[in-house]
């Protein structure tokens, strides 16, 4: 038994032995795991690109958001203000010039009644320094007549300016000078002047 000798191998088991082929893909292994990373690392790459493109859009809507808020609503709320401040002020602006108007016909109203007041206040002052004066000629009080003069000289050089007709003024004036003159040298001429005087003082009055 211990002797028993190794059995023969059939020589025609040998080629076959040595012509099985090698097992299919033993020794392609390797680039099989590397295309595998690359299909795994693929997805997460694009998975990341997915993750900061939506960062990116909600960043936008964050920004777009806040712009709205912080400029557009304000500058909104802004200009209606300013137009309804604006249509308040063209209201107050009409209803000024409205009042300007009435108080510049008021006033220009007010004016020719001043005006008017003045030249009649002038002309019955002068009228009635001119009376006196005839009076004082008529009773021969000389004084009296020249200071009666003297006062209607003063007042007339207040009622001339007043008067419309340029010929009027200056032919009054001219009167008034020589009722002036005349006082002091003849009491006839000027009492005479006095009377001409007087009439043309009566139709100042239907001015």
Known sequence: MENQSTPPVDADDAPAAESQPAEPNKGNEFPH?????????APGKTSRLGRWVLILLVTLIVGFGAAFFALYLPASQELHQVKSDLVATQEKLSTAETELDQITGNLNTA?????????YRALARV??????????????????????VSAAVEHMA????????????????????????????DSAKALDELRTLSENLLRLESR
Not at 111 to 119: F, G, H, I, N, Q
């Open 127 to 148: 009228e009635a320094n001119i009376a006196y004066a005839r009076l004082a000629l008529v009773t021969r009080d000389l004084l009296t007549a020249q200071q009666e």
């Open 111 to 119: 004016t020719a009644d001043l005006t008017a007041a003045r030249y």
């Open 33 to 41: 795991a590397e295309e595998s990373a690359v299909e795994v690392a």
């Open 158 to 185: 207040v009622l001339l300016p007043l008067i419309e007709d340029q010929d009027t003024a200056k032919a009054l004036e001219d009167r008034m000078a020589g009722i002036q003159t005349a006082i002091n040298t």
